[in-house]
DNA sequence: CAGTTATATGCCTGAAGACGTATATATCAA
DNA sequence: TTGATATATACGTCTTCAGGCATATAACTG
């Protein structure tokens, strides 16, 4: 659970996965999709890898990597608890939030 | 929706995002819960409400601090793609990885 | 074998960020 | 006002990590 966060804190990263969402790629595809250089899509791939979010598998020279989504399950179900906040109806995020208007008088203070 | 993933990439965040989820807390609550230090218990506060994840009201000389869903209904939103890897049964899934056994053959390698 | 293509790794540097300590700010109570 | 409580911020330090560059490894071609 833990690195999957850090994992996806990568803009990068975020963007190999959701292009790996629409099909299988190389290295060498992923490099000119996303215009970064080679060892760094590399490195990002062996982060992602190491996480579990991507495997590959070798096609003569090249590596074509595919997504795996068991961590990104666990996200979701990290996400799943929080969802009532929102799902089926906003009343309980109503009830959450409507309380008092937050905002003191706010009377000029620094930043 | 990037600074939602960094966000979260902190574990005491995370904790707290949770706590929240039970309840309002103010700060000492936090802290005793969490047992850090109060300064990086505010800091950790600042960042997620920067980040919209959390509002506060002042109580006394307390400030209560509650959730705000928004973000993570972004984070959900951005998850949504993906649920079909895995949701509504595996197939898509199979379809996706049961092409080859990654693994080739395998003949000693370094790591 | 040598040469080419495709990908991975090592090293260095710079920037971001988490932590601890001290201190500033705010609110209340007397 | 003074003092106590509650929270926020400033500063310095240390670690982590992404980027860039060079180079190593691997697989194909002839």
Same mark, same amino acid.
């Given at each position: 659970?833990?690195?999957?966060?850090?994992?996806?804190?990568?803009?990068?990263?975020?963007?190999?996965?959701?292009?790996?969402?629409?099909?299988?790629?190389?290295?060498?595809? !992923?490099?000119?999709?996303?215009?970064?250089?080679?060892?760094?899509?590399?490195?990002?791939? *062996?982060? $992602?890898? %190491? +996480?579990? &979010?991507?495997?590959?598998?070798?096609?003569?020279?090249?590596?074509?990597?595919? !997504?795996?989504?068991?961590?990104?399950?666990?996200?979701?179900?990290?996400?799943?608890?929080? *969802?009532? $906040?929102? %799902? +089926?109806? &906003?009343?309980?995020?109503?009830?959450?939030?409507?309380?008092?208007?937050?905002?003191?008088?706010?009377?000029?203070?620094?930043?």
């Amino acid at each position: 659970m833990e690195p999957v966060f850090d994992v996806l804190a990568e803009p990068s990263r975020r963007a190999i996965l959701q292009l790996l969402l629409r099909s299988e790629r190389s290295v060498g595809d !992923l490099e000119r999709t996303l215009k970064r250089p080679q060892p760094s899509i590399s490195k990002h791939l *062996r982060v $992602l890898r %190491e +996480a579990g &979010l991507v495997e590959s598998r070798t096609e003569a020279q090249k590596r074509v990597y595919r !997504l795996r989504p068991e961590p990104l399950v666990e996200l979701d179900r990290w996400l799943e608890p929080f *969802r009532c $906040l929102w %799902e +089926a109806r &906003l009343d309980a995020l109503e009830r959450h939030l409507d309380r008092m208007p937050i905002e003191p008088k706010k009377k000029g203070s620094k930043r």
